[in-house]
């Protein structure tokens, strides 16, 4: 058994030398760890939010939103297209079989730039698009601020 | 902590000597032995404050399913309870429930309402209200889609999900960091 020995407790004096239950101890850590490994979560699963802009999706209001320009990012299986309502589109051509996410990166951090209180998007991808492309594509657009990030379908934004 | 090497037991009641040397073991190593406690209880600690920092006390609200290989994001938030719809390479499924073929979604561009979907979510909704009459319906639904699921599968789960009223998707992924990785908690739609 472990000890705590101060020396003291000579004469009249109480001793103050202590001892630590060891067994005891011992027994509560490992029932500790057992708790623990079975209660254990090993995958850290999160989730990416989005809005769907669908025609299924019912109307909540009754009066029509202020017309306002939408920015859209279209996910296509030849690459990234960033365009508006306004009319212009900023292609961003696939690098080789991969997705050019650092231009990506770029051309939304110039949007941001130049409308630093806008956090709404609209991706679009197209059919045929892998669900991991789009994700990645979401996973950038909510890390460069667009956080108010609205799946559509891209054939209906062409 | 130490362990004795019991006693003689056998045989020592036969009085020859090299019976009772042979018995004791005379002339040999000790065989008791003890336990380093303290670096014991070191590693105990350790492992206990290890085991402490990847607890969530919310638990395991989407279960990893081995035929989904989900994609990786940064820019996440925290899980909560709704329902989920898994879609892997085979199957669709709605709370461990088969509702549709992927090969069957797969065939078509059109936006095809997924009846059986529907029902499902629209029963969801249903026990949800009467079981929360006091919280308006927001709506939540998590998508957990392999990786190498096509959009337009993704877009016809959507649309039905919107007819019965789901239109707040999440989709699960494997938090890389971020901001909420891992379980969080939280009171969504759902069951």
């Not at chain 2, 607890?55 to 899980?79: K, R, W, Y």
């Not at chain 2, 329902?83 to 509702?99: K, S």
Request: net charge negative; aromatic share 6%.
């Amino acid at each position: 058994m472990a000890n705590i020995d101060t020396g003291g407790g000579h004469g009249s004096k109480k001793s103050v030398d202590q001892e630590i239950p060891l067994v005891p101890f011992i027994d509560l850590l490992l029932c500790c760890v057992m708790f623990l490994l079975v209660t254990a979560v090993w995958n850290q699963l999160a989730r990416l939010n989005a809005n769907q802009q669908q025609p299924g999706q019912p109307q909540a209001q009754d009066t029509p939103p202020p017309e306002t320009t939408k920015l859209i990012l279209q996910v296509q299986t030849s690459g990234y297209t960033l365009a508006s309502t306004e009319g212009d589109r900023i292609p961003i051509p696939k690098n080789g079989d991969a997705y050019d996410q650092e231009e990506l990166i770029n051309k939304l951090q110039e949007r941001r730039n130049l409308d630093q209180n806008r956090h709404d998007i609209i991706v679009a991808p197209e059919d045929g698009v892998r669900y991991e492309d789009i994700i990645h594509a979401m996973d950038i657009a909510v890390g460069e601020g667009f956080q108010n990030l609205t799946l559509s379908d891209g054939a209906s934004m062409l | 902590m130490p362990i004795h090497q019991p006693g003689k037991v056998l045989l020592h009641h036969i009085p020859l000597k090299f019976v009772n040397d042979r018995v004791a073991g005379g002339g040999r190593k000790s065989v008791d032995l003890s336990i380093p406690l303290v670096p014991f209880i070191d590693f105990l600690i350790v492992l206990v404050v290890f085991l402490l920092m990847s607890f969530s006390a919310s638990g395991e609200l989407v279960a990893q399913q081995p035929s989904i290989t989900m994609p990786d994001a940064a820019n996440t938030q925290a899980l909560e309870i709704a329902p989920i719809i898994a879609i892997d390479t085979r199957v669709v499924m709605l709370d461990g429930m088969r509702v549709a073929d992927y090969s069957t979604l797969a065939q078509t561009a059109n936006l095809d309402r997924i009846e059986q979907l529907v029902q499902n979510l629209e029963t969801l909704k249903r026990n949800w209200t009467m079981l929360h009459p006091a919280q308006p319906f927001d709506g939540s639904l998590i998508i957990q889609a392999d990786k190498e699921v096509d959009f337009r599968v993704i877009k016809k789960i959507m649309f039905s999900s919107a007819q019965a009223g789901y239109t707040n998707v999440s989709f699960a992924v494997n938090g890389t960091g971020g901001s909420g990785g891992g379980g969080g908690e939280g009171e969504g739609g759902g069951e």
